[in-house]
């Protein structure tokens, strides 16, 4: 059983950064992408980056790109998001997943099957 337990949410104002953390425990970490996603109140989880197996074809979405760094440590069995310059608008609970199906590198929620419970990350003005 895959279980995925975020870290590093906090309370920071816009320009700072932040650096999350997801840790993996359960099959071999390294066979599946993952993925980070968020949710702010009243809106859609949506997609935020995305990791292949061996740490290749980082994917991003167009608000995130240049700003926010996905990474994995297979030897740690973590995957990280290093978000710079924050945005109130990048307010939000984010969300680590992982797809254990072998989808590719996804970038719907569907794609990933298993979820951590999130960390709530606010940006203030």
């Known amino acids: 059983q895959v279980q995925l337990v975020e870290s590093g949410g906090g309370l920071v104002q816009a320009g700072d950064s932040l650096k999350l953390s997801c840790a993996a425990s359960?099959?071999?970490?390294?066979?599946?992408?993952m993925g980070w996603f968020r949710q702010a109140p009243g809106k859609e989880r949506e997609f935020v980056a995305c990791?292949?197996?061996?740490?290749?074809?980082?994917s991003y979405a167009d608000s995130v790109k240049g700003r926010f760094t996905i990474s994995r440590d297979n030897a740690k069995n973590a995957v990280h998001l290093e978000m710079n310059s924050l945005k109130p608008e990048d307010t939000a609970v984010y969300y680590c997943a992982l797809d254990s199906r072998g989808t590719g590198v996804g970038v719907r929620p569907i794609d990933y099957d298993y979820w951590g419970k999130g960390t709530q990350v606010t940006v203030s003005s």
């Open positions: 990791i292949s197996r061996s740490g290749g074809r980082p």
């Open positions: 359960g099959p071999t970490f390294s066979n599946y992408a």
